[in-house]
Every structure is written in C-alpha cells, then in structure tokens.
Nanobody, 124 residues
Framework: QVQLVESGGGLVQTGGSLRLSCAAS????????MGWFRQAPGKEREFVAD????????AYGDSVKGRFTISRDNAKSTVYLQMNSLKVEDTALYYC?????????????????WGQGTQVTVSS
C-alpha cells in the first residue's frame, strides 16, 4: 500500500510560481509512474502531468504545457510539480497519484493510489 502526501500549495498572485511536492511511502517508489491531477469546484478532475518511473518521459495537459514541469527524485521518493506563470484558472485542489502500469497515464482510473490533495489558489 502506497501512501502519498502532497504539500506546497497556497495562495499566489497571477503570474507567480509554486512548487508542489508529493512524498511517497509504503512501496518502492521507482516502481510507479506518477501523475498530477487537479479539480476545481464544480468541475471534473483534470489531468495535469505524468512522469515515467525513471523520470525520462513526461506528459502534460494542454492547459499547462509550457508553464508546468513535473520531475521526480527516486532517492527521496518524491515527485514535484513546478508551476510558473500561474493563472486564475489554475485554482484547484491538486492531487498526486501513483500507477503501477508502464503505460503513461492521462486518465484517473489508470492510477491506484491517491493523495489527499493540496489547495492552490491564484488571485488576480
């Protein structure tokens, strides 16, 4: 059983930056692909970014491409999401998730384990 704990959320102004972290425990971190998703009130959960087990392959949702960067440190069992040029529409609860499949994952049901989320609020 893998436990995931997100941190780093907060309130930031438009154009600002935040770095989210997700610490994993209870499993061999390098055996899992990792993803970030977000959900705003009244909206469906949205794919943000995905990273392969080794960290060599990444994928991004269209709305964040070029602004967000996903990375991981397998020695620290942690995945990161660097968010730059933040917009009001980036406001959401951000979740990290772990998947045991090799296939890159843009869909929530590809992931077996989820964190509780960290809130990101971008003000204008």
């Amino acid at each position: 059983q893998v436990q995931l704990v997100e941190s780093g959320g907060g309130l930031v102004q438009t154009g600002g930056s935040l770095r989210l972290s997700c610490a994993a425990s209870g499993g061999t971190f390098a055996n899992y692909g990792m993803g970030w998703f977000r959900q705003a009130p009244g909206k469906e959960r949205e794919f943000v970014a995905d990273i392969s087990r080794s960290g060599r392959v990444t994928a991004y949702g269209d709305s964040v491409k070029g602004r967000f960067t996903i990375s991981r440190d397998n020695a620290k069992s942690t995945v990161y999401l660097q968010m730059n040029s933040l917009k009001v529409e980036d406001t959401a609860l951000y979740y990290c998730a772990a998947r045991s499949t090799w296939t890159m994952g843009r869909v929530a049901n590809q992931y077996e384990y989820w964190g509780q989320g960290t809130q990101v609020t971008v003000s204008s």
